[in-house]
């Protein structure tokens, strides 16, 4: 696809979706169709809302594991898990 080409399909492209703007805002069947999808549109930005808020609850929560895991591995390292030379196994 060359330049041309290119700028044409990108010329009709805006001009669709200006045409289908100014039919949505500004005739009043396009407001009648806005009016009904607009609860839709208000319940699908709730639910995206709400799946954002538990995406971040679980970032929050990996986060909170891993730095767990972190300071057992620190932790781990520091300390011999048994004190003595003689003793292999606590059972």
Sequence with gaps: ?????RAMALTIAGAVIGGVAGY????????????RFEPALDNIAGELNSFRMT????????NEGWKLLN???????QTSRYPTLHQKSPF
């Design 71 to 77: 300071e057992a591995m620190e932790s781990g390292s």
């Design 24 to 35: 949505i805002l500004f005739t009043e069947r396009g407001r009648e169709l806005r009016r």
């Design 1 to 5: 696809m060359n330049d041309n080409s």
């Design 55 to 62: 995406i971040e609850k679980a970032a929050g929560v990996a």
